[in-house]
């Protein structure tokens, strides 16, 4: 009898383990190959963007700082070979290192990632797997991890360089200034460091921002009980507390206080202040949070906005840390023409780029094309024309945007793009206004807007045309 009951324990344990691996095969052939290329993409496009981004600020800030390196020379030669010599770290031995390949720093190390830590993580678990793969997954998953490596080695080094950078511009300005005054170059070095800071972070939340694939990807591995036990043993969090060396790190933690514990002490002691006490605590705890609040709206203005941010002297740009799908302005745009004794009914359809010179103002390029729709009653397509356009927006205030442009007009019909070519068919258009943008959040369109325009040079048009323009469009 007790024979028989170990045999069936066996058997059970036996039943059991073969269908949580049954489930973990199955699981992992879910997990879309799109997530590791994707991956594959993301990874290499933030390492190539970290790496350039040091490379071109280090370039330029070595030109300004050789500037001042000259003036100090013919002013105060102390004082250059304080700033300049031998040993000191300057941008230009800093562009040389990495040129070279050299650490910044020795034994750095970046700085914690929570969503950098889950992929990495997430990344090796399904390596680990690849016995129960298909073929096509090998490689773009050995080149994913691979790829992951030198990530974390220019995450380094762009975070190395970004307080080494602040703490040689803090040198500069405080030691050059003496004898230079306001030098442009100061300036130069001083913008440019902000700007480099800036970007780095813009970067990374570009990176951190996951895709839908990621998502399955992640819904499916937390479904893996062996999963959640890896990314216990294996995640860069565990390994900050040692909970990576066969859980002694849970018994290194043991005594701390809880959070509990902290609550208790912190009730006990407001419980001796008073009967009023916890009342003036939380009024004084608002008021904090009011004074905090609007210091935190003062850095925001001023150009901040994280903890990490140095408030600037100077008014910055945001637009300069973006990148330039970032800084470019898809657009559409609808006019009616209202029919006359030479023409059918017309819409313009437009389409336009526009690139973000600063927060306030954009210019950009576009194409419209002229379909005549004769009538309600006659409904009948024709090619009336082509038109080329250019234009700039400028904020006037809040959604309020002074517009103004120079267009070129064929109003000609044409079956081909040869009958395009000739000149007197075309006509200019000197157009300004206002226009009103919305912002609006759906899938593909990031705003809609309301253009009234005025053409200054309707009456030099051989056909006749109305001064006042209205349109519609979308951005995306």
């Known amino acids: 009898m007790i024979r028989s009951f170990f045999i069936l324990l066996l058997f059970l344990t036996i039943t059991k383990k073969s269908f949580a691996q049954h489930d973990t095969i199955t699981s992992i052939t879910e997990i879309p190959l799109k997530f590791i290329e994707g991956s594959n993409k993301k990874i290499e496009k933030y390492t190539t963007r970290l790496s350039s981004k040091t490379v071109k ?31 000191k770290l300057t941008f230009a031995t800093m562009l040389q290192k990495i040129k070279a390949g050299e650490a910044l720093k020795d034994n750095y190390k970046a700085k914690y990632d929570s969503y950098r830590d889950k992929l990495t993580t997430n990344l090796k678990y399904i390596e680990s797997q690849k016995a129960n793969l298909e073929v096509k997954y090998i490689k773009p998953l050995q080149k994913a991890n691979a790829d992951i490596v030198k ?66 990807a992640k819904n499916i591995l937390h479904k893996i009980p062996a999963f959640n036990s890896f990314m216990k043993k294996n995640s860069a969090l565990a390994s900050l507390f ?75 740009n945001k637009q300069k840390t973006k990148t330039l799908r970032q800084r470019l302005e898809l657009g559409s745009n609808f006019q009616f023409g209202r029919p006359t004794r030479f023409e059918n009914s017309q819409a313009d359809i437009g389409m336009s780029v ?27 397509i024709t090619h009336n024309g082509i038109g080329l356009r250019s234009f700039i927006d400028w904020k006037l205030k809040k959604q309020f945007f002074v517009s103004g442009g120079y267009e070129m007009s064929h109003n000609t019909v044409f079956t081909n793009l040869r009958t395009l070519q000739s000149n007197k068919d075309w006509q200019s258009s000197g157009l300004i206004g206002l226009t009103k943008k919305i912002k609006i959040k759906t899938k593909y369109v990031k705003g809609t807007n309301f253009q009234i325009l005025y053409d200054v040079l309707y009456q030099k048009h051989i056909v006749h045309t109305q001064p006042l323009i209205f349109r519609v469009g979308y951005n995306f």
């Open 57 to 87: 600020t280090l370039e330029k800030l070595t030109k300004w700082e050789n500037k001042i390196q000259s003036l100090l020379r013919n002013v105060d030669p102390t004082s250059a070979d304080k700033l300049f010599g031998e040993g």
């Open 242 to 316: 040692g909970m990576n060396s066969g859980g002694e790190g849970a018994q290194n933690l043991a005594g701390l206080q809880t959070r509990a514990d902290v609550n208790n002490l912190i009730q006990g002691r407001i419980g001796q202040s008073g009967p009023n006490a916890a009342s003036m605590i939380t009024q004084n705890m608002q008021q904090a949070k009011a004074v905090m609040q609007t210091l935190k709206d003062k850095i925001i203005k001023a150009g901040g906005g994280n903890s990490g941010t140095e408030i600037p002297d100077f008014k910055p």
């Open 151 to 216: 990530l974390e080695e220019s995450i380094e080094e762009s975070e190395s360089a970004e307080a080494i950078i602040k703490e040689r511009k803090k040198e500069l300005l405080n030691e050059a200034v003496k004898h230079l005054g306001k030098s442009k170059y100061l300036s130069k070095i001083n913008k440019e460091a902000y700007y480099y800071t800036e970007s780095l972070r813009n970067y990374k939340d570009i990176f951190n921002d996951p895709a839908k694939a990621e998502e399955t």
């Open 354 to 380: 526009g690139y973000k010179l600063n927060d306030k103002s954009t210019t950009g390029i576009g194409i419209a094309y002229k379909m005549g729709y004769g009538s309600f009653d006659h409904l009948r």
